[in-house]
């Protein structure tokens, strides 16, 4: 197997056994990036420089541990001092943060290698990654297609084994809508178990840093570095961070896991479902008992996030005015023009209408009508959680309705791109901590089940993911891309 296949494990065991050095194993990666980027375009920075510097030091050090040498790459969301931070917009595109992100620094200090920065919907809105204002990334499975969003940049670099593994950003299913995409493992912890610590926010309420990676093992690996309390982040929470690898016993007899009626309702193609269903007869084969559930209110999810989401975004989205970061006019002809002139140029279309959205359900006179009412849904959307887990110890669904759909297929109708996250939305909004595993093919393209936790219960996900990669080989599906 060529070096960009295998695991972050299974890549520690080759630099630990001297198969391979740090300077090899970053340089391998490189040529892949190379080779891939001009159809891809995962990456809107590539760190070859620096990353090299790096893992020679790792090697003059001569010690493997951890995550020495072991090459990843960052959503463009991620403050990285001294490296450019765009968050694919054009107000930030000469952006250069004076500090790092907690998590990534938590990656850095445990010797990880950043490769570079990727690509992203604009401030993380959108599902497609075609909202970024650079440019598109392409589905590694078919270079048609989307690879899911916002972190699309992440999970097609995943797939197409340019990095072992990316972090990621998610605030509806932007970690696990587009690791479904493209068939790999994403993780969204629960609320306020990673530092969002120098991650440019969108809508703090619901915003959560993950992992991307191409095993559950690995997943795990990373997010044992990642979570815990942050002295810089008030909305991490103290609480002791288990060794996640610890729950990955393949053993998931006696489990109890509820599969939502509502989840394989509401425009779920048929495909899809049928993947999934699968997915539950083998949860039983080893062992679980499976069992439909309900969750009520799921339908107002997206509708009330549409409305929590905007809201939080416009008041985020204020500090961007042209006076301390990125793009300024300087032909306007005073401040206040000056401000209104650089956020018009700076700013994408969808990120406009998210501000304008926001500003209006925050307006004095509507605030109790729909920023208050959507803070009540949400009550109700965690309460159906709740409930359900008095009696189960996981949900499980599929993670998005249908696999990657074509580039510029949905531009035209932001309600239908909204869509997507039906599945995902409403985690975020309970605060839980959700992660999607490729669970089959359609017509080529992968399938992502998406494993729903109580709050802090990431070691049952873990655990009940594990032992589906352990009878299954849908974890070892690769795309080809046209290149072997
Ligand atoms: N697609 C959703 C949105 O556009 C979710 C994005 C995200 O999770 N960052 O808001």
Redesign the pocket.
């Known amino acids: 197997m060529e070096l960009h296949e295998l695991t972050v494990h299974e890549l520690h065991e080759k630099l630990a056994g001297r198969e391979v050095s740090a300077e090899e194993l970053v340089s391998s990666f490189f040529s892949r990036i190379n080779s891939l980027e001009p159809k891809l375009r995962a990456f809107l920075t590539i760190t070859e420089e620096k990353a090299l510097m790096r893992a020679r030091e790792t090697d003059k050090l001569g010690k493997y541990e951890g995550l020495d040498g072991i090459p990843f790459a960052l959503k463009d969301i991620f403050c990285t001092r001294g490296i450019k931070t765009t968050c694919a917009s054009k107000i930030l595109e000469n952006f250069v943060p004076t500090y790092d992100s907690t998590a990534g620094r938590r990656l850095e200090e445990q010797g990880g290698i950043l490769l570079g920065k990727l690509n992203?919907?604009e401030f993380?809105?959108?599902?497609s990654t075609e909202?970024s204002a650079f440019y598109s990334t392409c589905n590694p499975w078919d270079l048609e297609r989307v690879p899911g969003?916002?972190?699309g940049g992440s999970a097609a670099a995943v797939s197409a084994g340019e990095t072992p593994f990316a972090l990621g950003?998610?605030?509806?299913?932007?970690?696990r809508?587009p690791a479904s995409y493209c068939g790999v493992v994403g993780l969204?912890p629960t609320y306020g178990r990673v530092s969002r610590w120098g991650v440019i926010a969108?809508?703090s309420s619901?915003?959560q840093v993950g992992v991307f990676s191409k095993d559950v093992r690995d997943c795990a690996i990373v997010m044992s570095i990642i979570a815990g309390k942050d002295p810089l982040d008030s909305t991490s929470v103290e609480l002791e961070v288990p060794d996640y690898s610890s729950f990955l016993d393949g053993n998931v007899r006696g489990m109890k896991i509820g599969y939502p009626r509502e989840y394989f309702q509401q425009g779920v193609e048929e495909s899809i479902k049928t993947a999934v269903m699968q997915a539950l007869k083998k949860y039983e084969e080893m062992g679980a008992i499976i069992e439909e559930v309900s969750l009520p209110h799921s339908e107002y999810a997206l509708p009330a996030?549409?409305l929590v989401?905007?809201a939080e975004?416009s008041a985020n989205l204020a500090r961007f005015d042209g006076v301390r970061y990125g793009l300024r006019d300087f032909d306007a002809e005073n401040v206040i023009d000056m401000f209104s002139r650089s956020r018009s140029q700076g700013f994408g279309n969808?990120v406009k209408r998210?501000i304008m959205l926001g500003t209006y359900a925050l307006s004095s006179g509507y605030y109790d009508a729909y920023y208050l009412k959507a803070l009540k849904v949400r009550r109700l959307i965690a309460n159906d959680f709740e409930k359900v887990f008095n009696d189960y110890d996981l949900i499980v669904s599929p993670t998005a309705p249908s696999p990657a759909f074509k580039l510029g297929e949905q531009t035209g109708d932001p309600l239908t791109?909204?869509m997507?996250?039906i599945l995902?939305?409403p985690v975020?909004m309970a605060g839980l901590p959700g992660m999607s595993i490729p669970c089959g093919l359609v017509n080529g393209l992968p399938v992502g089940m998406q494993l729903i936790g109580k709050a802090f219960d990431e070691g049952t996900l873990f655990k009940a993911a594990h032992a589906f990669e352990q009878n299954t080989d849908y974890h070892k599906m690769r795309p080809t891309l046209g290149v072997k």
């Open positions: 992203m919907d993380a809105m959108g599902s909202h969003g916002s972190s950003t998610d605030t509806g299913g932007s970690i809508q969204k969108f809508a619901l915003d996030y549409y989401a905007p975004a969808e998210r791109l909204y997507n996250d995902t939305v975020n």
